[in-house]
């Protein structure tokens, strides 16, 4: 577990969508966000102090974390003199990035000499058992797409959000690195060896109260070939007593595979409950979230109705108006 | 790729069951099994020459393979000296113990000093790319199961060898450590890491010539909840054309899992050419492979009979009546 809060680091970001992580962070645990750290040249700024780094010390924070990405995931040499100083000043620090902070000497080194931390965020921190399938108490829900990236994270998260404005018992649970680092745990599925893909799914989601709700982050899609079997680990992994249906209406094709169709939203509700069955007979479809950034609002609310009408579910976009009408189908179920 | 051909390592395997990979290589790949090496008290024997480490040497062969297992999946102490003594007399090592020949300092100093190579077949030795979903030339043919463990290495192996009797191309493809040290080569699958199962499937599987058959060994099941992501990788990795089901008839459930029953041979046709025809709209269902072993002769005539009137498709018992039939389907696809 990441410690928290957090002085999240912007770098040099040539623009705003490169700290993406950063305003994950930022939109989704505030009270982590305590401030940004911009390098001279950065055009990035999400609306919070800058602080130096003694000063993000002394208002308590006590992780740098690294909320810019560039191309290929590398450690910029530009950074590397800033968090050589962050560990001078009491800073762990925790990284999605795939090139990994253990593997440098010098920030090993220097972790070592100050006892900081480093925390890779996409390499497993432990061993996970093989999942043993038995009932679990407290409630889990999952997020299923047509496609990767159609808003499976956003939607668990603004689910958790409108449960706790609710006061009822919801997490969040992390299953990439950008969920890891927004919350400071989770399992990153995507490198867990194969055999304990189920199991870390098993161990993140244990018993719990009965009125609880795990919030489980999807991944990929059952209709996605490369990362198919991820998805379907988090199926029977997690058990869940609900699922939600998760889809882009523009993407013309599945993510990074051009010759795939995306499948029907029918098609995704059925083969999800079929196989999600299989490990909880009483699992339900409950509500369809839809991401329509790329559509105007007149289209987004046609597009939404006709959603809503053909599949008899609840068709919201949280982005725009919030998760309040899944978390309503979450608490009529029995 | 493991230097074939090998001295088969029995140690002092206190039952011919602990020796099935030995058995395994002696039944599948007999060119490979030159000779058998017992220490005193084993109780295990293939019914091939026995050769002391220099005698194998001088007719040929190049690994040295530990073909038992004791419980724990540890390297005995009692064969230690033995491993050492076959690196100096010039031997490669493989093996699919748990505990691996790298990370015993022995072992590897020794191999270093007379420049021999250790195979530990549990851990991939490469990395593997995403999954791409290109059609592949060539054809490929991929076992499901039930459940774990119901014969799906068993029945690719006799497809290859009947097909190689019928002077057809076809090429089984090892997924699992047994698959791998029969033949020589591989991939791990259950320890690869989530992101690259399918791909490392598309790996082991390229294009071939179009009459050319892999023959695929499966792993898990779509309806084993602990293992179900590495069969859908290999659904989806596969792209096979041709699909057999395997089943053993008198399991009481699931395989490790008390609380699961066996799906019906109809669910898992559906639900395993529903998610192969994502990868390969033509992919069929051709036959069906049953392990009768637990069976009188005349209780699995009646029921590959029942079988094979229930779901119109040639049902065999490969370890009985070889896979003659099945290979007559795949002969039969357009």
């Known amino acids: 577990m990441i410690n928290t809060p957090y002085l999240l680091f912007l770098g040099d970001a040539p ?6 992580v950063a305003r994950g ?6 009270e982590y966000a305590i401030a940004q750290y911009r390098m001279n040249d950065c055009n990035a700024d999400l609306g919070i102090p800058d602080m130096t780094l003694m000063e993000a010390r002394e208002a308590g924070a006590q992780t740098f974390v690294i909320g810019v990405a560039n191309r290929g995931g590398t450690i910029s040499e ?10 001078e000043h009491g800073f762990d620090l925790a990284s999605g990035l795939h090139q990994q902070l253990k593997r440098d000497h010098l920030i090993v080194f220097t972790a070592d ?6 925390f890779d965020v996409r390499i497993p921190q432990r061993e996970y058992p093989i999942a043993n399938g038995e009932p679990r108490t407290g409630k889990r829900c999952l997020t299923v ?3 990767c990236s159609v808003g499976k994270m956003y939607t668990s998260l603004a689910m958790e959000k409108e449960m706790h404005r609710r006061k009822l018992k919801a997490t969040f649970k992390a299953t990439g690195q950008t969920g890891i680092l927004i919350t400071g745990e989770g399992i990153p599925l995507d490198a ?7 199991g870390a799914v098993e161990w993140l989601t244990p018993n719990n109260d009965e009125d609880h709700w795990d919030l489980i982050e999807g991944q990929g899609s059952l209709f996605h070939i490369s990362f198919s079997g991820i998805s379907l680990a988090l199926i029977h992994g997690g058990q869940p007593d609900a699922l939600i249906l998760c889809h882009e209406p523009t ?10 169709q995306l499948p029907s939203l029918e098609a995704l509700r059925d083969l999800s409950l079929q196989t999600a069955q299989i490990a909880n ?10 991401n329509t950034s790329e559509l105007t609002d007149k289209e987004a609310d046609e597009y939404l109705d006709k959603v809503e009408n053909r599949m008899g579910l609840p068709a919201v976009d949280p982005y725009k108006t919030g998760a309040g009408r899944l978390v309503d189908a979450l608490q009529e179920l029995p």
């Open 251 to 260: 993407r013309e094709h599945m993510r990074g595979i051009p010759g795939y």
């Open 281 to 290: 007979p009483d699992c339900k479809v409950i509500g369809i979230s839809i």
């Open 145 to 147: 797409g047509t496609d």
């Open 78 to 87: 530009n950074w590397k003199e800033i968090l050589l100083q962050a560990l």
């Open 25 to 30: 962070i930022r939109d989704w645990r505030p």
């Open 113 to 118: 000499k100050y006892q900081r931390q480093l």
């Open 192 to 198: 867990i060896p194969a055999d304990f893909m189920a």
């Open 15 to 20: 623009d705003s969508l490169s700290v993406k």
